[in-house]
């Protein structure tokens, strides 16, 4: 099975820079995924990793290290629009295309 | 525009009453899922399917049925709601990985 650890709760100002962290424990991995989820909508694509590095796009990137079970999520220049909840999202080997959520980090900016 | 379509939006049902939830894709998608959100529990995988006539349970299955009779559509009915079953509910759509979301339904079982 697979094991999703992220903070539940994270606080950041306007402007500022965050790092949401994930680990996870999984017998076999296919890729990692970060969703972005405001409050009464549903979550929208921001990024996926499948190899060891960093991916940057715009203000947000994604790290990922497979060997320490370990991703987080960078976001730079933060504004308000970006309160909302951020799922980490683990996609196992095996050919099957079954991801499984974290249970997300609530991200709160505040002026 | 392309992407996944689910209705109804808002439902509000008392218990013992059935229902089914419609969600449509364009996408031309093999696999569809049905996820179930609670406060605190994250998305929950209600039931799965990975192609046209195919389906599978996924982590909370119990009370919950589903059909693919055709590609674009995955239906998900429930026979006898409880107010356990008050949700938010999530269809989704994928081909090789990248998941698209519908809207949402949020019921209410009173």
């Known amino acids: 099975g697979q094991n999703i650890d992220q903070p539940t709760e994270m606080t950041a100002t306007e402007g500022a820079i965050v790092q949401i962290n994930c680990t996870y424990q999984t017998s076999g991995f296919n890729g990692l995924f970060w969703y972005q989820q405001h409050a009464g909508e549903a979550p929208t694509f921001l990024s996926y990793n499948v190899l060891d590095g960093l991916e940057e796009k715009g203000r947000f990137s994604s790290f990922l290290s497979r060997s320490k079970g370990y991703s987080y999520l960078l976001l730079k220049e933060l504004q308000m629009k970006d309160s909302a909840s951020y799922l980490c999202v683990l996609l196992a080997s095996g050919g099957s295309y079954i991801p499984t959520f974290g249970r997300g980090t609530s991200l709160i900016v505040h002026p | 525009n392309a992407g996944v379509t689910q209705t109804p939006k808002f439902r509000v049902l008392k218990t013992g009453q059935s229902m089914t939830l419609l969600c449509a894709q364009d996408m031309n998608h093999e696999y569809m899922y049905w996820y179930r959100q609670d406060p605190g529990m994250g998305l929950r995988l209600i039931h799965y399917?990975?192609?046209?006539?195919?389906?599978a349970k996924g982590e909370v299955p119990d009370g919950y049925n589903v059909s693919r009779l055709k590609k674009q559509n995955f239906l998900l009915g429930l026979e006898s709601a409880a107010p356990s079953q008050t949700s938010v509910y999530f269809c989704a759509s994928s081909s090789s990985g990248g998941y698209t979301f519908g809207s949402g339904t949020r019921l209410t079982v009173v």
């Open positions: 399917s990975v192609g046209e006539g195919t389906t």
